[in-house]
């Protein structure tokens, strides 16, 4: 593919943080950065975003990285569950509210009435406003007059590129991601949309890698831009990272994202062992195809096992592996209960480690087993592709390998979100894959225990 931009600006929207950032066309190297917090205000009239302290930022950025280095077109990925409502001004009616804010009970029953089965949007009912249609009923419930005054909805991307471009628009990794509001395998919106009555409001859908329009000339002459610099659609932060593998790799292919949560993608797979009460759901990729998904919180567990160990080397735990397993010492689900593929069930020891090796190296084995039930749930196929923290760790990555029998490769990218926003304007940056090829002995029998006294506890 033939590269025709030099530097691409992305505008990166965290739920902590926000970022604009220059990546290099041709080396995919981040060549400049500026971050700022991503402040939420309590109010009122409930807890929101400062759109306007981040809109200062972006427009200050942008204005610094025009001078130098420079950029030719844009790109944006966010966060998802959140949306901006605007008056037919372009104005925001309401502010975008934060979807970590929880609803009085009778809003949420009201919502559980009306919200479409998993069946249809396969979105599992989550807390506060992480289903955006809860949002929306919320808003619509408690400030209707305002919500009248609602003409234009946006996914969060959008609201920065129409802030750019003028031009509204929805996209399908927002729309897909746990909002209730789409049915990710029809391709289309969800029975919640009518329900609302929002259907006439909601923004036409494009593709992410659409170019919306050039940045408006006003804000260009603003930020010192002295040539048209093209915008483009955006793309939700999770699916940003997915997109580099499916370009990589194609159908199918399976992607482990660790950190806080783990999430497990399996693109090109069939949805029909996802199941609402075990943290699984659809998620919708770039090109608009439906991606059965799983978590759990495996990084928080992490935390919590091992946080007051002695340190220990990588050397060590590698050495304790093979004490841990012919013990068939364990830890079983799930340190973070209400999560995860066994909600029900509180975490506790079977054999506890004798030493803090062994607890390290019993821990990482557990994060590979829950990995590997997360990717039997959503009948993940293909090369397994491990990003962010658990990538160092030798033992997950090894268990997984030999847990599943098929490649495993790390990647050395802590977090990709840039990335693959900057590949919607065409191009490929490089990321060179560590291909796992360490195996545990004894760990299927390993496997089999753990099961079995997972299914006798979920029995009893």
Known sequence: MTVSFERIAIIDIGKTNAKVVIVDARTGAEVAVRKTANIVLAGPPYPHFDTERLWTFILETLFE???????????????GATAALLDDKGALALPVLD????????????????????????????????????????????????????????????????????VAANEKTSLGCHTDLWRPFADSYSALVDRLDIADKMAPIRSAFDILSDIRPEIAQKIGLSKSVPVYCGIHDSNASLLPHLVDFGLPCTVVSTGTWVICFAPGAKPDALDSKRDTLANVDAYGTAVPSARYMGGREWEIVTKDLAAVTAEAEWAAVADVVSHKRMLLPSSVSGTGPFPQMKGRWHLEPENA????????????????????????????IVEGPFTSNRVFVAALHSLTGRPVYASPSQTGTSSGAALLAGIRPSSPLRLVNETIPGLDNYSATWREMIESEISR
């Open 65 to 79: 990285f025009a001078g130098h280095p420079g950029f030719d077109a844009l790109s944006i990925t966010t966060h």
């Open 99 to 166: 979807y970590e804010y929880v609803y009085p009970d009778e809003v949420n029953r009201a919502y559980d009435l009306i919200r479409p089965n998993f069946d249809e949007s396969f979105s599992p009912r989550l807390t506060g406003g992480l289903n955006l249609g809860a949002q929306f009923h919320f808003q619509r419930d408690r400030f209707p007059q305002e919500f009248a005054r609602v003409s234009t909805i946006l996914t969060l991307p959008q609201y920065w590129a129409f802030r750019l471009t003028g």
């Open 357 to 384: 090796a062994e607890r390290r190296a019993a821990a990482s084995l557990y994060q590979s087993l829950m990995t590997v039930t997360c990717l039997d749930m959503i009948s993940s196929q293909g090369p397994i």
